[in-house]
Nanobody, 124 residues
Framework: QVQLVESGGGLVQPGGSLRLSCAAS????????IGWFRQAPGKEREGVSC????????YYADSVKGRFTISRDNAKNTVYLQMNSLKPEDTAVYYC?????????????????WGQGTQVTVSS
């Protein structure tokens, strides 16, 4: 059974950090580009970051560039999203997704598998 499971969300104060994990089962992450998306209440889902399957290239939305870092550990079949200097506007449900062969990292319709999401709340 193909499954992606996110973890690591929670409540954090502005300026704080969280590390999200995306663990895969039923398939090998090595061959997939892995993206992180988020959706805040009343807003559209947006692409946050992506790491490619081929050369490990990384991509970030302008809103998180310099604060978030995506990485992958193929041995653990897991992708991480390190989030630093968090802001209240980062509050959202964060999802990871796997893309086999797509042309756009930020277009969620090009992803094949999705996790169930993890809530991130940035508030004092």
């Amino acid at each position: 059974q193909v499954q992606l499971v996110e973890s690591g969300g929670g409540l954090v104060q502005p300026g704080g950090s969280l590390r999200l994990s995306c663990a895969a089962s039923g398939f090998t992450l090595d061959y997939y580009a892995i993206g992180w998306f988020r959706q805040a209440p009343g807003k559209e889902r947006e692409g946050v970051s992506c790491i490619s399957s081929s050369d490990g290239s990384t991509y970030y939305a302008d809103s998180v560039k310099g604060r978030f870092t995506i990485s992958r550990d193929n041995a653990k079949n897991t992708v991480y999203l390190q989030m630093n200097s968090l802001k209240p506007e980062d509050t959202a449900v964060y999802y990871c997704a796997a893309q086999w062969n797509g042309s756009s990292w930020y277009d969620g319709t090009e992803y094949d598998y999705w996790g169930q999401g993890t809530q991130v709340t940035v508030s004092s």
